[in-house]
């Protein structure tokens, strides 16, 4: 048995289509608005709702097969599937005349002409403007104290231009650069030409130190983090994290999970830090930090407090911040963090204990 591909419709045939059940729909309403119905109206009207219910069905069938193939021939993912699905589409657009299409080229036409009158300078010239000569009074002069404020507004120690002349040499050479200036300034008010050589500039591209790949460290990892001393770290927190960050990465080494590399593979190539280790570091540091305090501030008073009163709610109870130290390190650990560089010592032998147990 062969398999023979059916031709495809063509957008004519779909905008037909479409102009069929909307033709369709309006009989349908002015049957259903009508006041006196005959035999024959409401035969008719019975017969609209059957069609009009098949077309539906079979254009939303014809729909849904159109965008499972599109998918299979581009072999994108269930993810970008899913994201495709959940966009809106506009289905239908009035111009101007209030006329509605459902034609794709037509709404695009329309949007281009909306946007386009939009942003279209309409604002009318007076027809009893008086054109003003640089020469009249009307245009006063720069005066030399004009010119000696706006260099002393100036920005200081700021990268000079083709000429390599900053704001401060300006100023350091007093009246005689301001009688130039003044002099100059004045000179272009009244011809209304600029020298070209102002319009010139220099660009230095200055670049990031090290391996571009850092700039996830430097950036992107304590963007994800703010605040992270804080947390109260639970399993799911730590998975969608580790999840969010090996996404980030495999988006980096344009790999995709169809790929089928492993993690630990995709790690060795980037020699990115661990999202979770990294957390674990913060908030030991903090807790060490805290623990230290001398002034009695409400961040130790809060971490030491003890509620006496109120019903302790069913079940578990919400994991709170000291709850991971408490599980490694008991209760005195807020005597063993008084010795700063013991502390710092355990440090990364515990985390790696939080690690195993997360």
Same mark, same amino acid.
Request: a positive charge; charged letters at 40%; aromatic letters at 6%.
């Given at each position: 048995?062969?398999?023979?591909? @059916?031709?495809? /419709?063509?957008?004519?045939? +779909?905008? *037909?289509?479409? =102009?069929?059940?909307? %033709?369709?729909?309006?009989? #349908? ?33 014809? @729909?849904?097969? /159109?965008?499972?193939?599109? +998918?299979? *021939?581009?072999? =994108?993912?269930?993810? %970008?599937?899913?994201?495709? #699905? ?273």
């Amino acid at each position: 048995m062969e398999l023979t591909e @059916k031709p495809t /419709e063509t957008e004519k045939d +779909i905008n *037909e289509e479409d =102009k069929i059940i909307e %033709e369709l729909e309006r009989r #349908r309403k002015e049957l259903r608005k009508k006041e006196i119905k005959t035999a024959i109206d409401r035969v008719e009207y019975t017969e609209l709702n059957k069609t009009v219910k098949k077309k539906r069905r079979a254009r939303t069938r014809r @729909k849904r097969k /159109e965008f499972v193939l599109n +998918i299979l *021939e581009q072999r =994108k993912g269930p993810k %970008e599937t899913q994201k495709n #699905r959940n966009k809106k589409k506009i289905a239908q657009m009035k111009d101007n005349n209030g006329k509605k299409t459902t034609d794709r080229e037509e709404i695009l036409e329309i949007c281009k002409t909306f946007y386009k009158s939009l942003y279209e300078k309409t604002v009318p010239t007076p027809t009893n403007t008086r054109t003003q000569s640089p020469d009249t009074d009307d245009v006063p002069s720069f005066t030399k104290s004009e010119v000696r404020k706006c260099l002393k507004d100036m920005r200081e120690n700021k990268s000079p231009g083709p000429d390599d002349i900053t704001s401060d040499v300006l100023l350091i050479a007093g009246e005689p650069a301001l009688d130039y200036l003044t002099k100059c300034f004045n000179e272009i008010l009244k011809t209304g030409k600029i020298p070209t050589s102002w319009e010139e500039a220099k660009i230095i591209v200055v670049y990031k130190k090290g391996d571009p790949r850092q700039v996830y460290d430097q950036c992107i990892l304590p963007t994800m983090t703010y605040g992270c001393q804080t947390w109260s770290m639970t399993k799911a927190v730590g998975q969608k994290l580790r999840v969010a960050q090996r996404a980030m990465e495999r988006k980096m080494l344009g790999l995709k999970l169809t790929d089928k590399i492993s993690c630990k593979e995709i790690r060795n190539k980037t020699q990115f830090s661990d999202i979770a280790q990294y957390i674990e570091k913060q908030k030991w540091k903090w807790a060490g930090h805290v623990a230290r305090l001398q002034d009695n501030r409400w961040t130790l008073r809060v971490t030491e407090w003890q509620p006496r009163n109120g019903k302790r709610s069913r079940g578990r109870q919400a994991r709170r911040w000291r709850d991971d130290i408490v599980r490694r390190m008991e209760n005195t650990w807020t005597r063993e963090a008084k010795d700063k560089e013991e502390w710092r010592r355990g440090a990364e032998g515990l985390i790696l204990q939080w690690m195993d147990g997360a």
